[in-house]
């Protein structure tokens, strides 16, 4: 899809653009609807829940890795989750921008992830930059993620902080907006 392509190249897009509405609405559309159909299912009913996780993911959600229902993913398409990867209910991604979460990452509830972001001069005017959480880091509950941040390896966002600049490996960082507190 050439506007995720651009938007992942640092390209601006205005939202009443024909070709951001037939690409990116699309997806929104597609991701909104099954998130909807996986929320409405029994958590007991894991099965169900495993299987249309593989359909909103075509395929490349690791059996490894489980997202907790309820959750909301505007653009699972591009959503790309590694090996062992946990996230807890009231998970919110806004991911046309990418959103990158290698092995071994833990989510806690209500974590948003945020790869877009509009300009102030004129709000129909959109720009993204890619999240990447790295290797078995941990990110507290309700703990937000703003665009272009990367989570370092095995690196600790406490409950409720706001990321708003890189965590580096191996780190605490708490607070609004995060700051490290200690080296692990």
């Known amino acids: 899809m050439r506007v995720f392509e651009e938007l992942l190249e640092g390209k601006s897009f205005n939202i009443t653009d024909p070709q ?3 690409e990116v609405h699309s997806e929104i559309g597609r991701s909104r609807s099954l998130c909807h159909r996986i929320s409405l299912i029994d958590p007991n009913e894991r099965e169900q829940i495993i299987s249309l996780l593989n359909e909103l993911f075509e395929g490349r959600l690791p059996k490894s890795s489980f ?3 309820s959750f909301e993913i505007d653009c699972a398409s591009r959503l790309f989750i590694g090996e062992n990867v946990f996230a807890n209910h009231g998970l919110t991604i806004m991911s046309a921008g990418s959103v990158y979460i290698d092995d071994g990452v833990m ?3 209500q974590v948003g992830i945020f790869t877009v972001n509009h300009e102030p001069k004129n709000i129909r005017v959109i720009k993204t930059a890619s999240v990447h959480i790295k290797k078995n880091a ?3 509950a309700r703990v937000n993620l703003l665009p272009g941040v990367t ?3 095995n690196a600790i966002v406490g409950t409720g902080s706001v990321v708003t600049h890189d965590i580096p490996d191996n780190t605490v960082a708490v607070g609004v ?3 490290i507190i200690k080296k692990i």
Request: charged letters at 15%; aromatic letters at 12%; proline letters at 17%.
């Open 20 to 22: 951001y509405i037939e």
């Open 67 to 69: 997202i907790t229902p």
């Open 107 to 109: 989510l806690g509830p």
């Open 138 to 140: 941990w990110i507290g």
């Open 151 to 153: 989570i370092g390896e």
């Open 177 to 179: 907006p995060a700051k």
